[in-house]
């Protein structure tokens, strides 16, 4: 199982369930330091939910997106 991390080598934090995730974020929405505009999205890499920004770019968008379609 692969691990990732941020821009400045730490480990993400992971969640199982989006649920989880939320319940988190919820919780950061308290501190400080909070930034808007962060959400849980599920990693392409890990297949765990993180919190972050969802990317601007819109091929990456798409296949995020894709990720949460059900199969047809």
């Not at 934090?13 to 989006?18: G, I, N, P, V």
């Not at 990693?43 to 997106?65: D, K, M, Q, V, W």
Request: glycine share 4%; hydrophobic share 30%.
């Amino acid at each position: 199982m692969s691990r990732c991390f941020t821009s400045d080598g730490r480990p993400k934090r992971r969640w199982a369930t989006r649920a989880e995730a939320k319940a988190a974020l919820r919780q950061q929405e308290r501190w400080p330091d909070f930034v808007p505009g962060t959400a849980p999205y599920r990693c392409p890499s890990c297949n765990y939910f993180h919190l972050g920004h969802y990317p601007t770019n819109e091929a990456i968008r798409a296949r995020f997106r894709a990720r949460h379609r059900p199969a047809s």
